[in-house]
């Protein structure tokens, strides 16, 4: 059986993506935050309530323009309900941890 693999936040200058990395090196994740990151576009999770439709949660990343407008609510991609604002997400580069 194949050793599970550990990752650990990697904290990038910046908020700087880690490109370079494979991708079974490397994932990205995100955490419930109060508000956006400082110098980053926000990125929010949405919720659509419709009972029927198969779509749930949708992380959006907003641009400054948008985010200002409150009457600029965004719609399920799939039902085309409006959804409902439920929190701001931090993202989070997970790196694997090496033997080293």
């Not at 490397?26 to 659509?48: K, S, T």
């Not at 929190?87 to 580069?93: D, G």
Request: glycine content about 4%; proline content about 9%.
């Amino acid at each position: 059986m194949p050793k599970a693999a550990l990752y650990h936040v990697e904290e990038a200058a910046g908020g700087v993506r880690i490109a370079s990395k494979e991708p079974a090196e490397a994932y990205q994740a995100f955490e419930p935050a109060d508000r956006p990151a400082v110098g980053r576009l926000p990125i929010a999770e949405w919720v659509c309530d419709r009972d029927t439709c198969p779509v749930r949660e949708v992380t959006i990343a907003l641009n400054l323009i948008r985010a200002s407008q409150d009457s600029a609510k965004p719609h399920c991609p799939s039902c085309g309900a409006e959804l409902r604002f439920n929190h701001y997400v931090q993202p989070l580069t997970l790196v694997r941890v090496t033997d080293d």
